[in-house]
């Protein structure tokens, strides 16, 4: 397939491209670097990929780069953790909209009068934010209240323009709900706050590069955001660009909708330990507990039942096999400045 993938220089899409490429797919990638600057990727220059700088708000640039795709991953948007829902709380809302509303503009176009086949919206974890059914099924989105945040509240919107968008045009769709995607390459954005945490700035606003850093660093006792009893599902970044690919290649996936997650529950608390433990041995483990932002979800549990039945996918990789990866890659990037 020849696919377009918008936010093509993001952190999740550097997996993506590469797992596309991988399996024999052309790809042409849009992003105007706004997140983390100009970044090189291994694959640059691949004959089957393509990219191009642009801003995904540009319908007529989007019906152009469509017009001979057979499919097209929604990926481009403003993200951020926690600290991040909070700060760019307006723009999160409307910069994405507009992005999104252009996007469906442009595939709805290249849905009739050329030969795109379908929309891939990456939506988010996020719209279980209230959630009370544990684990999570794909059909309790509808079930449970809004999300309380901006952001959780735009992700629902992109899965709405969905169901807009086929029910009056047939366009059809595949929602994909991504939960804490861990892995390299995600450096400091240029639009983040720093924020102190204890003695250590942060500015990375995603639990598992913040802790890495601040025991990096040597900040004893270590500080957490809350009591720690947050319950995540931290998904490595390769095993969520598979599962991607093949919700976008799969025919199962038609109008269906997905949660791409480990199955694995961890707490906050237990995660601090084991990236306490990698990093400094048998020192004997210290925290203190920093305030808790409005929406630091407590609990997010995903049901992963239905991309394993009709998808055959699940994701594998332990999170001892992620930080095995992660904290390396976080400390040559503290010595460059990269984070």
Not at 9 to 15: L, M, R, V, W
Not at 205 to 211: A, I, K, N, Q
Not at 268 to 282: E, F, R, S
Request: glycine share 6%.
């Amino acid at each position: 397939m020849k696919i377009l993938v918008t936010g093509s220089s993001g952190f999740i899409c550097g997996y993506l491209v590469d797992e596309l490429l991988q399996n024999g797919h052309n790809v042409v990638g849009i992003d105007n670097y706004s997140k983390y600057g100009r970044v090189e990727k291994s694959y640059d220059k691949q004959s089957n990929y393509h990219f191009i700088e642009g801003d995904c708000k540009n319908v007529d640039l989007l019906k152009e780069l469509l017009s001979d795709c057979d499919t097209v991953l929604a990926a481009a948007a403003m993200i951020g953790g926690i600290s991040y829902f909070h700060t760019q709380a307006y723009e999160l809302l409307a910069e994405n909209e507009r992005i999104l509303a252009s996007t469906f503009d442009a595939a709805i176009w290249a849905f009739q009068h050329k030969k795109l086949n379908k929309i891939n919206v990456l939506s988010s974890s996020m719209v279980y934010e209230n959630a009370s059914d544990f684990p999570s099924k794909e059909s309790d989105v509808r079930k449970c209240p809004p999300p309380s945040s901006t952001y959780g509240f735009q992700k629902l919107a992109s899965e709405y323009y969905c169901q807009g968008a086929h029910e009056q045009y047939g366009l059809p769709f595949t929602i994909i709900r991504p939960f804490n995607c861990v892995g390299t390459g995600e450096k400091r954005a240029l639009c983040d706050k720093e924020i102190l945490s204890g003695n250590v700035k942060l500015a990375m606003s995603h639990v598992v590069p913040d802790l890495v850093q601040k025991v990096i660093k040597g900040q004893n006792p270590l500080y957490i955001l809350g009591e720690g009893n947050q319950i995540r599902h931290y998904t490595y970044a390769g095993d969520l660009a598979k599962g991607i690919r093949i919700c976008m290649e799969n025919s199962a996936a038609i109008n269906e909708d997905f949660n791409i997650s480990t199955s694995e529950s961890t707490t906050v608390l237990q995660l601090a330990k084991a990236i306490w433990k990698k990093i400094n041995g048998d020192m004997p483990f210290s925290y203190v507990s920093d305030k808790a932002f409005k929406y630091d979800v407590q609990k997010r549990i995903p049901s992963v039942e239905k991309a394993k039945a009709l998808l055959n996918f699940t994701a594998e990789t332990k999170l001892d096999e992620i930080l095995d990866e992660v904290i390396p890659w976080i400390t040559e990037q503290i010595k460059l400045g990269g984070i």
